[in-house]
């Protein structure tokens, strides 16, 4: 119920007051209030739930999180001590 | 998708799982607190790759699980009123009341649409002027912006045919009634992501430092969650409580500032009942006083409802983190996705209906 998934904004509009936008979810064009993030603009990613920009994705702050998991050692099974699998 | 594959990828999966396994020296149980979480562990079989000392609770984070019978009553009765288009989101529409449900409503007749946003809801009352159009607004913090301009925007367009029937939940209070439960064994949280992007998790802080609970807000990816675990299971281990971001992508701090506000120019907080747990004082949303013309519940006068909830459902223990689906003699027998007596069964999000979903009809309680 709480899903929401990240697009990019491909165009910005007003409909009678509304900030709208045009979102492209991996070639699917969808229509969606960006009037909660107003720095959102074309080319960036927001995060969108029922036709509602919730937050604009940091690609800084993804990039960071994702390095941090990378930079993680693989576990050497062999020193590991012994659990069941 | 961008910042979707990228947290799907086996190999950045196994080595954080790696780290799992060597960073756990005990048993913990943790709880995911959203049913998206739930439906993503489930789905990726994420609770069977964790060590063993790691269990993960299903928390009561399933909106349209907890979506109390009485509200669903209402709905039924105000969609069979004759001129009425109810509006709903998909998932509401096969959750059974007391004597039926929205779809076996609309194959009766009465007109019944789903829709994809909440202003679709108001575009189609202002197509439909001699219609009543009311929406089933529904949904924890993060769809409450959503609803909220709903409302908002009919007030500005003056659309009067619009009104909303409200089951508006919040998450803090749930998981405090969680963590003071007797017999809690929850120790740490996989905190709501979607939520805290609307809301931020200062109000978390509180509670993590009050239970003395590490509460991590987590994603809905693969990587993610596992990410989440592992954060959780450092602190624990170094005997930690605290809040921190895993999902710090969408979620800051302060979550969306502009979205809170237009929340609270539609709501404010009320008492609320929770479909399997029962009343939580302060744990909802209703519409705020100067809005009430567009109370669905006042423009149909539905009064109370008398409601009548199956006898065998633990639903209520699974939603507090007490127990899980197969501990249930109905579950997957009396019990079904098509057939559901309560709570976590309704939803594609709830415990029950995921395990269900993803095969887990006969895994006992090995794990």
Redesign the interface.
Known sequence: ??????G?VTEVYED???RMGRID??GTI?K??L????EACVGD?V?V????A??????E??E???RL??E????DELH?PE??T | ????D??REGP?A???L??I??TTTRPWTLMEV???QTHSIVKHGIDRLL??EIELMHGP????CVTPLEQIDKAHAIAAHPGVIFTS?G?MLRVPGSHTDLFRLRAEGADVRVV?????AVTLAQANPDREVVFFA???E??A??NA?AVS?AK??GVKNFSVLVSQVLVPPAITAVLQSPGNRVRGILG?G??C??MGYREYEPIAARYRVPIVITG?EP?DLL?GVLRTVRRLEAGEAGVDN?Y?????RDG?S??RR?MWSVFEVCDRKWRGIGAIPKSGLRLRWELQEFDAERRFDVGAMETREPEACISGQILRGLKKPHDCPAFGGACTPEHPLGATMV?A?GACAAYYAYGRRQEGVAR
């Open positions: 119920m709480c899903l929401a998934i990240p990019k009678r007051g509304l979810f991996a969808r969606a209030c009037a909660q993030v107003p990613y995060l739930h029922v036709g509602f919730l937050s604009v994705v940091e690609p702050e993804a960071r999180t994702y998991l990378q993680l050692e693989m576990l590991s659990r069941p | 998708m961008r910042y979707v990228e947290y950045l196994a080595k954080v790696a780290e396994r060597r959203c049913g998206g060590p063993p984070g399933c909106p349209v989101f998932d994809y946003a909440p202003l679709d529904i949904g924890f993060t769809t912006p959503a301009l925007r500005v367009l709501p979607h939520v992007t609307v809905f990587v990410d895993q710090s992508r969408v979620v800051r969306n502009a979205a237009l939803s999000e």
